[in-house]
């Protein structure tokens, strides 16, 4: 069975730092191509940024695209997305998503995902 477990949310202020983690079980983490994604409430989810098996390439969404940075360590089977100068329209729950055969930036593409972590920027 496979289980991906964010963790890492939280309450902050506009302008600070936050740095959230998946650690993926079930599945050979090595193998698979790892994203995050973002929901607002009352709004689509979003894809947020993507990361090859061998950390070879990254994507980001234009919105986030310098301010946050996705790592994975295969060793621990986990994946990170350190998120800095925060804003408030950054507020959502971010989701982490897994998927062997490739990634992209509609959630169709991803076949396993977390139950999700709130994020909330004050301004």
């Known amino acids: 069975q496979v289980r991906l477990v964010e963790s890492g949310g939280g309450l902050v202020q506009a302008g600070e730092s936050l740095r959230l983690s998946c650690t993926a079980s079930?599945?050979?983490?090595?193998?698979?191509?790892m994203g995050w994604f973002r929901q607002a409430p009352g709004k689509e989810r979003q894809f947020v940024a993507a990361?090859?098996?061998?950390?070879?390439?990254?994507y980001y969404a234009d919105s986030v695209r310098g301010r946050f940075t996705i790592s994975r360590d295969n060793a621990k089977n986990t994946v990170y997305l350190q998120m800095t100068t925060l804003k408030p329209e950054d507020t959502a729950v971010y989701y982490c998503?897994?998927?062997?055969?490739?990634w992209g930036k509609g959630p169709s593409s991803w076949n396993y995902w977390g139950q999700g972590t709130q994020v909330t920027v004050s301004s």
């Open positions: 998503a897994a998927d062997g055969r490739g």
């Open positions: 079930g599945l050979t983490f090595s193998s698979n191509f």
């Open positions: 990361i090859t098996w061998r950390s070879v390439s990254t």
